[in-house]
Nanobody, 116 residues
């Protein structure tokens, strides 16, 4: 059974930082592109960042470029999202995503609240 378990969410002030983690089990981690999505209150889920398994390249939404960094630790089956200089508009439920040619999985989400 595939599981993606996110952690690291919480309450942070504007300008602060958080690091989200997503640990995968039940799949061959290095055969999946890993990504983060988020869903702000009352809005659709949106892409945040991805880490391509084939070549290690990374992609970011324009809204987070220069502030967020996605990385992967293959030994720990974990993908991270380092979020710096957080803004009010970054508040959302953040979801981990694993995708391959054949299937796709989602985590349960972790809440990030940005408030002064």
């Amino acid at each position: 059974q595939v599981q993606l378990v996110e952690s690291g969410g919480g309450l942070v002030q504007p300008g602060g930082s958080l690091r989200l983690s997503c640990t995968a089990s039940g799949l061959t981690f290095n055969q999946y592109t890993m990504a983060w999505f988020r869903q702000p209150p009352g809005k659709d889920r949106e892409f945040v960042a991805s880490h391509i398994h084939k070549d290690g390249s990374t992609y970011y939404a324009d809204s987070v470029k220069g502030r967020f960094t996605i990385s992967r630790d293959i030994a720990k089956n974990t993908v991270y999202l380092q979020m710096n200089n957080l803004k009010l508009e970054d508040a959302a439920v953040y979801y981990c995503n694993a995708i391959s040619t054949y299937d796709q999985y989602w985590g349960q989400g972790t809440q990030v609240t940005v408030s002064s």
